[in-house]
């Protein structure tokens, strides 16, 4: 069974949206996160993926109040992530509430302090963020291009201890364009292994299903949950 991960973004204390990571693209949807956080609990979710937009880009973690209040108001299990860059940011993440941390850009810029994170905490409490454009990873809230090639990350980072990854399409993120059916198909075939969670794209229920189909693992749902195109009532049947 599919994981059904709703994700709550993060500017300024409010749940926003962008499209294909544009921050001038925001649009606000709710001033009150735990709201919607308390809403996703009461439909039967467990698992929320929480990015703190304003960390991704100042290069720290800002929204962590958001991250408490969510964690200690709900029974949801949390990962987050979003400027997470130094120990102190790994400390007030879980000190904060937060299950597992998602390490993005730092994953690209400095192998060896996720490597560290990975002995001292396990590869239960790190998940590896891979957003991608045309296969290459890209960082810094998706402004910056790494010029690294998607599948031979994943293959490093399999080999040291990771165990989850949330490949993210940015092409189609927030777009409701349907997700990279192909590339997660295929990233399925060469790591059976990897826990692999889909994000970007979902527009509809049959999207859930096909990824379901395909054995991938787990799904973050954002915009479609927001916009209406896949009410939680909807989602009932994937949920234990």
């Known amino acids: 069974m599919i994981t059904i991960i709703p994700a709550i973004d993060i500017i300024a204390g409010r749940c926003v949206r962008l499209s294909r990571g544009d921050y001038k693209t925001q649009k606000v949807y709710n001033e009150n996160p735990l709201e919607v956080a308390r809403q996703f609990a009461d439909a039967g979710i467990t698992r929320l993926h929480l990015v703190d937009l304003d960390g991704a880009r100042l290069k720290q973690v800002v929204n962590w109040k958001v991250l408490e209040s969510i964690a200690g108001g709900t029974e949801l299990q949390v990962d987050f992530g979003g400027g997470i860059r130094t120990d102190e940011d790994v400390r007030i993440a879980f000190e904060s509430g937060a299950r597992q941390i998602t390490a993005g850009s730092i994953a690209v810029i400095d192998r060896a302090k996720v490597l560290d994170w990975l002995k001292v905490f396990g590869g239960d409490k790190i998940i590896l963020g891979a957003d991608v454009k045309e296969r290459k990873l890209a960082i810094h809230g998706w402004q910056e291009s790494a010029q690294l090639d998607l599948l031979p990350f994943l293959e490093d980072y399999q080999k040291q ?29 060469q790591f059976p292994k990897l826990t692999l969670i889909a994000s970007g794209g979902i527009s509809r229920i049959d999207d859930i299903y096909q990824l379901q189909d395909d054995g991938i693992d787990g799904v973050i749902i954002g915009k479609a949950l927001y916009e209406g195109r896949i009410r939680l009532p909807e989602l009932k049947g994937f949920l234990c």
């Open 161 to 189: 201890g990771i165990r989850q990854t949330i490949c993210t399409d940015i092409a189609r993120d927030g777009m409701l364009s349907n997700p990279a059916f192909e590339l997660y198909r295929e990233i399925k075939q």
